[in-house]
């Protein structure tokens, strides 16, 4: 159109032509505004901020190759006889999702590396989420404003984990169609409703010919739908907040340093996409991931040992191997502890990390914004919490693998079974003891770093003979980064009666957590950090005479 | 000389002049054979039972009794046929080394004559599967698929969909069947060596083993095909989600580092 | 600010003294260090080194993908080629993924290296506004929504307010309603299998029916109905109920007397359906007569009306009834008594 009517002559200037497309658009999207507030939007660079951005792409390339993968998958159970081209199938009776699956496997060209891109990437997706979010928790980032985040991150982890089951038992070969017989051998546990729920599921009994084709539009539809809203919805966020940053010079709660978007994040972010997805392809060109033409389709009368299903649910399957049988007969009817207890259990272990932060914001009370994040030792009762939950977690997947590790390590399965089932007790009581303490003894050091500087390993030897070790101060940047934390005092209950001598009522609750209170912040949870006082007291000191002081220093 | 004779008196002289003689008898044997065929098979396969007898006597007796009787530390052998012996010393199971959970797989300490000739002793104790022959278990012209039905049916619930191996109770193991020869997998179905359960003729014939066989030498041979890379053992997701978390998110974690890492700063001028 | 790399031997607190004054709070931010240059802002060689870089990074990915489609027409799907340390490997899938893989993770590092070494890496602050509204504007929003509560009348005609909870709720049934025909009702189907008085055990390996002869002590049999065939619309549906593990084990050594009784001469049939959740339960240890599932390591005595001796199992494996029909035929003598697989609620 600007052909016909560009002219040599024309008085006005015409802008460039991306000005005016830009033009064009602001008028109908209003972009100059979203790019005042966004073009040059500042995100701070450490390496942890990056899990996120792998979950992310990650979840992009699930979805570039899940697009291309039902191009040619056949979400069906209709039995065919194989004849394609992989021979220790030929002849073999499967159904059409099994034989479409071994076709992009050996058939289509490339269709391997999708697959394999595919379910390495949903692997490496899950476990960047838990990374990142581990992240987030020890550093304290889920504090107010961000605890709605914090949750929408959690719900993503957990829809992450369902898609990615749906996903493993649609190619309807051996090892997934026994992970969906737990699955329904687990809903028939289910009081009163159990039968009714497994034959709605499965349309019928079990294996039916319906559930790939009702896990397939789970799978590539309502889930990943959801988790896409979901994830627009997590971003939005982590844009409005601004991203959190480490507490250092400059740095404060109402700032945040960095570089800005346009051009270095664009270009790192960008450039990690494809790093992501260039190393993602290169793991799957080199290692198998789930070769489904060896495990045989499925029959519900085989199995295979070594019946794990991916590690993101290997939690849930150490939860159901440790457990003992417990059956009951309530009034006529079967109460299958022994499943039910792991059924009820499994959200549980991911509710307790997830509801956290708002136990923590009732505790503390603390109704600031918190923009710098923890150091996890600042932070002793979260940091040996969420290390507990983490020992809990990792105990679970040891179970889960019980039959790997007794068979690859010489020990008894029934050895390893008790130990899950005493460790799943004691092991995260141990770890909250030991990671406190371990927290308390670093504050203790960075208490002495900040007073009497760092350890220069230079030995001085003084005119009377001592030797001694010079300590090096810390610059005023270490020193402000090594205190700029705050530490709460802990909650008291207060006087019994009010200022006009009427017995005040206290609750049960506040009572909780006013105890709880004193657990995070009282005697023996922190270490008290230096005061300015202190710190001058000590430098004053040293002013008088190097010699005597230094010498007092080393018998401090 | 002075050596040899100061050795003379030790624990496995009287095994090695057993081993020595009967290499000789061995030899001598075959050197003087006798031209007469039926005849020679008769009296070899005495021969072979009454050489057999020697070493079961040095090697065996011990635990599984001077009859084959069996005893508190052994099984009885009566009946267990040649097929099993030639597992169980082919594959250096045996002679055991010490009482445990299962007995594991060794060096071969015995030369396949001595093999033989032991397992025909043992199979004059009683009737009992024999040795297979070639024909019988070479897995040429078999039906692969067909082997991996019967495979996935009878065996991958012990050794694992492409026969790595797996765990039973209490530190017993169904063993990986990697390397394990065509033969030796064929008396392992026949006789149900320790706590492996028989797959005999009457309920598996002798075609299916073939069939068997030749899966497993389809995907657990030397040449056996993992099309899109390393197998990772063949194990499964444990393995996988392990080479996921170390080798797919470390190496992504090492690139956010040097994504995030402050460039080189020139040096202060 | 003084640099860390230059301390006097004598750097001790007193130093120091100077550089945070006394009497100020020796903690305090002292702001954000002055930006220091790197060797690329400062030299233009360096700069172009690193251009160069990038732009080689980039060639690279170029070439890559053409490489990629290169070995998308030159291999064929099935070629296999052993590659060390990978072994046998597709050819077209590892030239396929790793030239893919270098074409991506080139344009990545040339972006990242761009973004490292040439462009601006001045930090600066933005600054943050408190989220929660002035109270000026949460006054004007609340008094907006007074008004329009008001003026909507919500809280004054009850009628209209409780009608519309009611149909609100009463609409998504209409939903739930339309689940009923995911699935029949379970009704009695759990609790019956194919097997019936009078049908034979038919091996699994060689579809003939089983004779007592040929199952010998120490072997392991699959079984399955007479009449069932793998061709059959229903068979994995049967299957999933009816699979059968039989062996044999001596009599004496039988300690369940019902099993005895359930057995013929120390053949016994159970059901190969763990009670635990269903996986196929077949690690029979011949020696022990224990028998382990794969998934979750239920451990059952065979010897003793197959019991729990370990794991998560809630009961005995169900055993079939068996006997030798007319024809010397291993034959079953009804339907399990109990039913077979997980436990649920109505089990009983």
């Known amino acids: 159109m600007s052909t016909s009517t560009a002219s040599s002559d024309d008085k006005n200037r015409r802008a460039p032509a991306g000005e005016r497309v830009a033009d064009w658009a602001d008028g109908r999207l209003g972009i100059y505004s979203l790019a005042k507030a966004n073009m040059r939007k500042i995100f701070p660079d450490h390496w942890s901020f990056m899990l996120g951005e792998i979950s992310l792409y990650s979840f992009i390339i699930i979805i570039l190759t899940g697009v291309y993968l039902t191009l040619f998958f056949h979400p069906s159970m209709n039995e065919v006889v194989y004849h394609g081209s992989y021979v220790p199938l030929q002849g073999v009776r499967m159904s059409e999702a099994y034989a479409s699956t071994v076709d992009i496997s050996f058939d289509v060209r490339g269709g391997l590396l999708i697959r394999q891109i595919h379910h390495w990437a949903a692997l490496i997706f899950l476990a960047a989420m838990l990374v990142h979010m581990m992240r987030v928790f020890f550093t304290g980032a889920f504090r107010k404003p961000r605890e709605i985040n914090w949750l929408f991150g959690f719900l993503l982890f957990v829809l992450g984990m369902f898609t990615g089951f749906t996903g493993y038992s649609l190619p309807d070969d051996l090892l997934s169609g026994t992970g969906v017989r737990f699955m329904q051998g687990a809903i028939l546990s289910v009081p009163v409703v159990g039968t009714y729920l497994s034959m709605f599921l499965f349309g019928g009994e079990f294996p039916g010919g319906d559930f790939v084709a009702r896990f397939y539009s789970v799978h590539i539809l309502l889930l990943p739908g959801i988790m896409l809203g979901l994830v627009v919805a997590h971003l939005i966020l982590v844009f409005y907040h601004k991203h959190t940053q480490f507490a250092g010079p400059g740095r404060t709660n109402t700032n945040v340093v960095g570089m800005p978007l346009l051009p270095v994040y664009m270009a790192k972010a960008g450039g990690f996409f494809f790093l992501v997805f260039g190393l993602i392809a290169i793991v799957s060109a080199i290692a198998t991931i789930n070769p489904i033409w060896a495990l045989g389709p499925y029959r519900p009368d085989q199995v295979s040992t070594g019946a794990q299903p991916d590690w993101y649910m290997g939690f849930s399957e150490g939860l159901i191997r440790v457990m003992p049988g417990w059956e009951i007969n309530f009034l006529g009817h079967t109460l299958v502890l022994g499943v039910f207890i792991p059924l009820v259990i499994f959200p549980l272990v991911l509710v307790a990390i997830a509801v956290y932060p708002f136990i923590e914001g009732w505790v503390t009370r603390d109704p600031r914004e918190h923009h710098i994040l923890d150091r996890p030792r600042n932070a002793p009762t979260r940091t040996a919490f969420g290390v507990a939950w983490l020992t809990w977690y990792f105990i679970l997947l040891i179970g889960g693998g019980n039959d790997l590790w007794a068979t690859h390590f010489h020990l008894s399965i029934n050895a390893i079974t008790w130990f899950v089932r005493v460790a799943f007790f004691v092991g995260p009581v141990v770890a909250f003891v030991v990671t406190k303490r371990i927290c308390l003894g670093l504050q203790r050091r960075d208490a002495e770093k900040v007073l009497h500087g760092r350890e220069s390993g230079i030995i001085k030897r003084l005119p009377h003979g001592e030797f001694i070790e010079v300590h090096t101060p810390l610059d005023q940047a270490d020193l402000h980064r090594l205190t700029a934390h705050d530490q709460h005092k802990p909650a008291e209950i207060g006087p019994p009666v009010d200022e006009n001598g009427v017995r005040r009522k206290v609750g049960p609750a506040e009572k909780l957590r006013v105890k709880l209170s004193k657990g995070y912040y009282g005697e023996g949870s922190q270490i008290p950090k230096p005061t300015a006082e202190e710190y001058n007291e000590i430098a004053a000191a040293h002013g008088h005479g190097h010699e005597e002081i230094t010498t007092g220093h080393g018998n401090h | 000389m002075k050596k040899l004779s100061a050795r003379r008196r030790h624990p496995l002289a009287a095994v090695v002049v057993l081993l020595l003689a009967l290499a000789a008898t061995g030899g001598l044997y075959a050197a003087f054979a006798p031209a007469g065929k039926a005849q020679a098979d008769e009296t070899s396969q005495s021969l072979a039972i009454e050489e057999g007898k020697k070493l079961y006597t040095v090697g065996c007796a011990s635990c599984h009794g001077t009859g084959g009787q069996g005893s508190s530390d052994g099984p009885p052998l009566v009946g267990v046929g040649a097929a099993a012996v030639d597992f169980q010393v082919g594959t250096g199971r045996m002679p055991a080394q010490q009482p445990g959970a299962q007995v594991p797989k060794k060096k071969v300490i015995y030369s396949q004559a001595e093999i033989d000739q032991l397992a025909a002793y043992v199979a004059s104790l009683g009737a009992g599967p024999g040795i297979p022959t070639k024909e019988q278990y070479s897995p040429a012209g078999a039906d692969i698929a067909r082997g991996g039905d019967l495979f996935r049916t009878n065996c991958t619930q012990c050794h694992n969909f492409t026969g790595e191996g797996g765990a039973l109770t209490h530190g017993k193991t169904a063993p990986s069947l990697e390397g394990a020869s065509p033969r030796h997998i064929y008396e392992a179905m026949q006789t149900g060596p320790q706590n492996m359960p028989s797959f005999p003729d009457s309920t598996m014939p002798e075609q299916q083993k073939k069939d068997i066989i030749a899966y497993i030498q389809t995907v657990n041979g030397e040449k056996a095909e993992s099309p899109g890379g390393l197998n990772l053992g063949g194990l499964g997701p444990v393995s996988e989600g392990l080479f996921g978390w170390i080798f797919g998110l470390g190496v992504l974690i090492a690139a956010a580092v040097w994504v995030a890492a402050h460039t080189a700063k020139a040096k202060k001028s | ?348």
């Not at chain 3, 230059?6 to 001790?12: A, K, P, Q, V, Y």
């Not at chain 3, 009923?180 to 189907?189: A, T």
Request: contains cysteine; proline residues 7%.
């Open chain 3, 1 to 348: 600010m003084s640099s860390q790399e230059e301390f006097s031997e004598e750097n001790l607190p007193s130093e120091r003294g100077g550089a945070v004054e006394p009497g100020r709070d020796p903690f305090a931010d002292p702001g954000l260090p002055a930006h220091r240059p790197r060797m690329q802002d400062i030299d233009e060689r360096a700069a172009k080194r690193s251009e160069r870089t990038v732009a080689m990074l980039f060639l690279l990915s170029m070439v890559a993908t053409v490489a990629f489609i290169a070995s998308f027409v030159a291999f064929p799907v099935s070629k296999i080629v052993y590659v060390w340390p990978l072994g046998h490997v597709s050819i077209l899938h590892l030239a396929l993924g790793l030239t893919l893989g270098v074409a991506l993770f080139c344009i990545g590092a040339g972006a990242v290296h761009w973004a490292r070494t040439l462009m601006s890496d001045v930090e600066t602050a933005d600054e943050r506004h408190p989220i929660e509204a002035p109270p000026e504007v949460k006054a004007k929003v609340l008094k907006d929504f007074a008004a329009g509560a008001e003026e909507s009348a919500f809280g004054r005609r009850k009628l209209i307010r409780n009608t519309m909870f009611g149909a609100m709720a009463l609409v998504p049934l209409a939903g739930v309603v339309l689940l009923r025909d995911l699935g029949p009702l379970p009704e009695k189907k759990l609790r019956s299998t194919l097997w019936a008085k009078g049908k034979q055990l038919i091996n699994m390996n060689t579809n003939q029916p089983l004779r007592p002869e040929d199952v010998v002590v120490g072997s392991l049999t699959f079984a399955m109905p007479e009449g069932l065939d793998e061709h059959s619309e229903d068979f994995q549906k049967q299957i999933a109920k009816a699979a059968l593990m039989i062996v044999r084990i001596q009599p004496d050594e039988i300690k369940s007397k019902r099993e005895l009784d359930w057995s013929h001469q120390g053949i016994v049939a159970f059901s190969k359906i763990c009670t635990h959740v269903g996986c196929p339960i077949s690690l029979y240890e011949q020696q022990t007569h224990h028998v382990l599932c794969p998934c979750h390591q239920s451990t059952f005595d065979l010897s003793d009306g197959a019991r729990v001796i370990f794991g998560p199992a809630g009961h005995a494996l169900p055993q079939l009834r068996i006997g030798v029909n007319a024809e010397g035929n291993l034959e079953a003598l009804g339907d399990f008594e109990e039913p077979v697989g997980p436990a649920f609620w109505e089990r009983g």
